[in-house]
């Protein structure tokens, strides 16, 4: 029981101090597992080593919201020497494990905030508070260390920008969904002569420059189908350009128009003699249209009021119409969300009440009918009595005093009521 309130309590804690974490933008829905993919990911744990990782051949293009099976729908179970760990700028912890022969490869635990409803968000936040609860992860350097450790971690492949660690193939464990500081086997340290350095790519002294490639876009979010324009940039005039999913052997420079309906990343590398730079990464994010739903009662009798139930998300603005014109109230608004407003049927007939919801990628309308029931009128009242016509008789056919007009026309008259 102490145990669970303890976990409980780092679990409490790991939550409130990533509440204003910032998270990342390339592959992070796979990263995070809240892409749909994540349901494939296998929970069993396949054991393996670093050699076999850096070993995988590195799948290209790699796509913004999908996996690359097998590996990426698999969990590992790895165990070697952690050597060195950095909080990024993307809230994650980024692990460098080594093995005996000092081969690494990188392990990354996401910020639990940043995946919250992923399918593996309970794993992540576990595996968040076990590390915490060992280590103080430093955001400003890499912390050097020498600690053995067993992880488990879903396979992902990542982009080649020179990160410290990293397999030649851009292999990682990532997101990590458990990690063990007391492993049964002990991995073998690396030995200080072999231990590679954890220092960045190009950090040396060299002879040969690769080029350095940028890519832009001129928005990072767009509407679905907008044009958007894609621009590159190599740092050598006389390099050549790969952009995955765009085109080999493009110009050094160069612009082309894109468009997408869902979240389009475009990777890249340029090359010269003296081989490939590091890749660049850019995503093209899609808003999200407005979105809206109405219900409401099938009928009502004329002058009573009913509910409409309102539901409104991304949206700028929404407003209520009535084709009969009868009142209701709100009948616009900024807000999104699920809400109420009241309908009152002053208007008898087939009403038709409109809900329509916009934002900058356009607006959207829905419906629901109500049947205004009229109201039945009552008969007035006529004052009562019988007409005594001045013959003495009763008027056969008027009964009321109200109108003695034409009555007893035959009788004398009208004499009394």
Not at 55 to 73: F, H, T
Not at 203 to 226: D, E, Q, R, V
Request: some cysteine.
């Amino acid at each position: 029981m102490i145990c669970r309130t303890l976990f409980v309590i780092f679990l409490m804690t790991a939550a409130a101090s990533a509440a204003e974490a910032q998270c990342g933008t390339e592959r992070w829905p796979v990263k995070t597992t809240t892409d749909s993919d994540s349901q494939y990911v296998s929970r069993a744990a396949v054991p393996t080593t670093i050699a076999q990782l850096r070993a995988i051949q590195s799948p290209r293009p790699l796509l913004q919201a999908n996996r690359m099976a097998p590996v990426e729908e698999t969990i590992y179970s790895v165990t070697a020497t952690l050597i060195a760990v950095k909080s990024e700028e993307d809230s994650d912890y980024r692990l460098v494990l080594a093995d005996g022969e000092g081969r690494t490869i990188i392990a990354e635990i996401p910020s639990p905030s940043c995946s919250n409803g992923g399918a593996f968000a309970s794993d992540i936040a576990g595996a968040r508070v076990a590390f915490d609860a060992r280590l103080a992860v430093p955001s400003d350097r890499l912390l050097s260390l020498g600690i053995p450790v067993e992880v488990h971690g879903v396979g992902f492949f990542d982009f080649l920008d020179g990160q410290p660690g990293a397999a030649p193939n851009g292999v990682e464990l990532h997101p990590v969904t458990s990690i063990n500081f007391s492993p049964l086997i002990p991995p073998a340290p690396p030995e200080a002569s072999r231990r590679r350095a954890v220092t960045p790519v190009g950090s040396g002294h060299t002879t040969c420059t690769t080029p350095a490639l940028t890519l832009a876009l001129s928005a990072k979010s767009a509407c679905p189908g907008s044009p958007v324009t894609l621009s590159w940039q190599a740092s050598d005039p006389s390099a050549s350009v790969v952009i995955n999913g765009l085109g080999t052997a493009l110009p050094s420079s160069g612009a082309t128009t894109i468009g997408s309906t869902t979240a389009i990343l475009y990777s890249g590398r340029a090359a010269n003699g003296c081989g490939s730079g590091n890749e660049a990464v850019t995503v093209l994010s899609i808003d999200p249209p407005a979105s809206a739903s109405l219900t409401g009662p099938a009928s009502l009798q004329q002058g009573s009021s009913g509910t409409l139930s309102v539901s409104v998300a991304n949206a700028s603005a929404w407003s209520l119409t009535s084709s009969l014109g009868n009142s209701i109230s709100p009948s616009s608004g900024s807000n999104n969300g699920s809400f109420a407003v009241q309908y009152l049927a002053s208007k008898s007939g087939g009403d038709v009440i409109t809900l329509s919801a916009t934002n900058a990628c356009g607006s959207t309308q829905t419906t629901t009918p109500v049947s205004v029931i009229s109201a039945t009128p009552q008969p007035q009242p006529q004052p009562g009595g019988l007409l005594r016509c001045c013959d003495g008789t009763i008027s056969p056919s008027c009964t009321s005093c109200a109108n003695k007009q034409g009555c007893c026309s035959h009788h004398g008259g009208v004499c009394g009521c």
